[in-house]
């Protein structure tokens, strides 16, 4: 297959199809806009495990997306889109960059969820943004903004709800979006790479956290957050 893109954790592959793409997950760890890099055996076959769960959970719950089907052992068939240029961020407690931005603890639970936007650029660090600039910009329309709000709360609302049933608590999470034949669907993966996940009764960091903060246990992690979705 003809390579169409590569990215930190997955490469992209042309198929016969223009409108199917094949996204193969990596074994690659990276944070820090990838300033930080590793690699994880098995790591591609688990998170494409985990994000065609979630992937096929929000179809069935009225989100659009790129998923069309898992292809074993670490790859996704998926429908071709127009990325847009920002990343959506939704936060339902303090975590992270947003604690060191503002001086803020950790831990704290906001009173309703927080959307923030940057614009999708590793060598500037993906900066913040407001959605003025991503219109005067040229990266999305007020109506493609819009849309992209109503499917983040939505997302938000019934994800929450998903990992509270296994245990975990959805501390924030990261998203991408893209048009496919004109409609915005929800793209890229949603993975431990992608959210931060804390067990209910223990506070234990269940994501990528782990691998950032030198914690240990990142496999382990990630296998257990496949478990409690598949059941295997």
Not at 197 to 226: H, I, N, P, Q, S
Request: with cysteine; aromatic share 10%.
């Amino acid at each position: 297959m003809e390579t169409l893109y590569e990215g930190k954790a997955k490469i992209l592959y042309k198929t016969d199809d223009p409108d199917v793409l094949i996204a193969k997950f990596k074994n690659d760890l990276t944070a820090f806009d990838g300033t930080k890099h590793g690699t994880m055996a098995s790591k591609g076959e688990i998170n494409a495990k985990i994000s065609s769960v979630i992937m096929k959970y929000l179809a069935s719950h009225g989100v659009p997306n790129h998923f069309i089907e898992l292809v074993p052992p670490d790859s996704h068939k998926v429908k071709s889109c127009k990325i847009l240029p920002i990343e959506v961020i939704i936060r339902n407690y303090l975590a992270g960059s947003i604690c060191k931005r503002f001086g803020l603890e950790e831990g704290k639970k906001l009173d309703e969820p927080l959307i923030e936007f940057c614009y999708k650029n590793d060598e500037l660090h993906d900066p913040f943004i407001c959605k003025n600039h991503a219109i005067l910009f040229g990266w999305a329309t007020p109506a493609q903004l819009a849309r992209i709000e109503e499917l983040a709360f939505s997302i938000n609302m019934h994800m929450t709800n998903f990992w509270k049933e296994v245990g975990l608590t959805l501390v924030d999470f990261k998203l991408e979006f893209g048009l496919h034949k004109g409609e915005v669907i929800l793209a890229d993966e949603w993975t431990p790479d992608t959210c931060r996940l804390w067990d209910v009764k223990t506070g234990e960091k269940m994501d990528k956290d782990r691998f950032r903060r030198d914690l240990g246990g990142v496999l382990e992690a990630y296998e257990e957050v496949a478990r409690r979705i598949t059941g295997a």
